[in-house]
Nanobody, 121 residues
């Protein structure tokens, strides 16, 4: 089975920074797109940033210029560097990865357990 472990959330003041990490383990043939989503109370889960296996990135408009996604393929880990944090960034952040566990077959999506990010003074 595929397992995702997230870390790095917490409480930070407005203008501060946090770095989230998501490590993937288990029976893995190949990892494709890795991404971060967030869900605030009473709202839907939305894409924050994603990175393909080739390194192409995509960001939500609300985080462009403040957040940066990266990945370390050798460590099977994706990162989200969050700078200039705002109270509206407060949410539970989830990691999602597309993983193929066998040579034959389609990749499936796997989600992490979520990590709370709270931006408040």
């Amino acid at each position: 089975q595929v397992r995702l472990v997230e870390s790095g959330g917490g409480l930070v003041q407005p203008g501060g920074s946090l770095r989230l990490s998501c490590s993937v383990s288990g029976s893995i043939f190949r990892i494709y797109t890795m991404g971060w989503y967030r869900q605030a109370p009473g709202k839907e889960r939305d894409l924050v940033a994603a990175i393909t296996s080739g390194g192409s990135t995509e960001y939500a408009d609300s985080v462009k210029g403040r957040f940066a996604i990266s990945r370390d393929n050798a460590k099977k880990t994706v990162y989200l560097q969050m700078n200039s944090l705002k109270p509206e960034d407060t949410a539970v952040y989830y990691c999602k990865v597309q993983v193929k566990v066998h040579l034959i077959g389609d990749p499936n999506d796997y989600w992490g357990q979520g990590t709370q990010v709270t931006v408040s003074s």
